[in-house]
């Protein structure tokens, strides 16, 4: 059954309106992180920057998205990677919370000297503050862990993302 033009707009005006709401809940998350690096002196250890990646990449395609006004259809499909991009994140906090409670050890990235095209890459999401060691935590909030708050942010805004698919895809049918 072919959707109106009536309804078919509609419906590409929510698929954008909740890319937007993506792209707004990705740039929050790389705020707030840097945020605290920088005006709470939280320092993040050595790869705590690389959970902020799919964000950053969520939030590129989540703009892509919604400046290019792609086919209506194709909604979907951005949806879908943004899906992926933030369950990556929740894949990088599960195994940070492991580290920090112990249940497997760190990689040697934790110890090793990084790159420097990754030093500054580090320095550049954290603001400059100083590396903690992997296995610790350094700040809780609401009885969690900083890497279990992005593991639960990222993990709904996975769901999210994924329920919003189903719900795009049918009604393409």
Known sequence: ????????????SGDRLFLTVLLAASIGAVAAAWTGDVEFDLSACTP?????????????VAGFAVMTRP??????????????LFAMSSCFAVFREGVQQGWWSAPGVCEAR???????????FTGG????????VETSVLAMSLTMLNFVYSGLL????????????????
């Not at 086919?71 to 992926?84: D, G, T």
């Not at 420097?116 to 890459?121: I, Q, V």
């Not at 503050?129 to 610790?136: I, K, L, P, R």
């Open 48 to 60: 705590c920057p690389y959970q902020r990646i799919p964000y950053l990449l969520a939030a590129a």
């Open 158 to 173: 996975t769901l999210v993302c994924i329920i919003a698919a189903a719900i795009s895809d049918g009604e393409n049918r």
């Open 129 to 136: 503050a100083v590396a903690s060691g992997c296995d610790e």
């Open 1 to 12: 059954m072919a959707l109106s033009a009536r309804a078919y707009g509609n419906r590409a």
């Open 71 to 84: 086919n209506p259809a194709r909604y979907r499909h951005f949806i879908l990677v943004c899906a992926a």
């Open 114 to 124: 990084l790159a420097p095209a990754l030093a500054n890459l580090q320095t550049a």
